[in-house]
T-cell receptor, first 111, second 113 residues
Framework: SQQGEEDPQALSIQEGENATMNCSYK?????LQWYRQNSGRGLVHLIL?????REKHSGRLRVTLDTSKKSSSLLITASRAADTASYFC???????????FGSGTRLLVRP | DVKVTQSSRYLVKRTGEKVFLECVQD?????MFWYRQDPGLGLRLIYF???????EKGDIPEGYSVSREKKERFSLILESASTNQTSMYLC????????????FGPGTRLTVL
């Protein structure tokens, strides 16, 4: 069963704009991870935020986590055409080996 | 850098054929995973392995089996391929200590005719 649900399903922005994607999940987690997938390729890990963290930065990426609302957001600042990809959130439970993925957000950055 | 490789990028098979998908990782990771990815359904876990010769079922194991004879290699087997197994198959690995990121291979797009 899917744990994370991303919103929106698709997003189209102009190069240089910021892109925000949201993820909601259902059960308690140990951490939440964001991955990127270029068309027809494997997933690449972007960032991990633990349940006791509220915000994390990595380069142009900013992730927030609100465990009371069971939600997370991924912000990509100053987007580039190369950021065009699908973005997935995935959660890890407290005692689980499993990553549970959402269905993803397709981001298109127009040059 | 961790490298996870999969034996084929694209594969076309006929219904009823036995299909082997191979995955190799070079980082001495204990844990390896097989997922399938379908539009609108995200990634779903088929099987995973936490050690050589050890395996556990994921969310959708029906119609699949796996083999892990060596630490670096994890094989997914479709005993008798069916058209509903047409999908993108992704292999991943993760080191011990369990709750960190997974490293993915490039995927195999399997079409069953």
């Amino acid at each position: 069963s899917q744990q994370g649900e991303e919103d929106p399903q698709a997003l189209s922005i102009q190069e240089g704009e910021n892109a925000t994607m949201n993820c909601s999940y259902k059960t308690s987690i140990n951490n939440l991870q964001w991955y990127r997938q270029n068309s027809g390729r494997g997933l690449v890990h972007l960032i991990l935020i633990r349940s006791n963290e509220r915000e994390k930065h990595s380069g142009r990426l900013r992730v927030t986590l609100d465990t009371s609302k069971k939600s997370s957001s991924l912000l990509i600042t100053a987007s580039r055409a190369a950021d065009t990809a699908s973005y997935f959130c995935a959660t890890v439970g407290d005692s689980s080996y499993k990553l549970i993925f959402g269905s993803g957000t397709r981001l298109l950055v127009r040059p | 850098d961790v490298k996870v490789t999969q034996s084929s990028r694209y594969l076309v098979k006929r219904t009823g054929e036995k299909v082997f998908l191979e995955c190799v990782q070079d980082m001495d990771h204990e844990n390896m995973f097989w997922y399938r990815q379908d539009p609108g359904l995200g990634l779903r876990l088929i099987y995973f392995s936490y050690d050589v010769k050890m395996k556990e079922k994921g969310d959708i194991p029906e119609g699949y089996s796996v083999s892990r004879e060596k630490k670096e290699r994890f094989s997914l087997i479709l005993e008798s391929a069916s058209t509903n197994q047409t999908s993108m198959y992704l292999c991943a690995s993760r080191g011990a200590g369990g709750l960190n990121e997974q490293f993915f291979g490039p995927g195999t797009r399997l079409t069953v005719l």
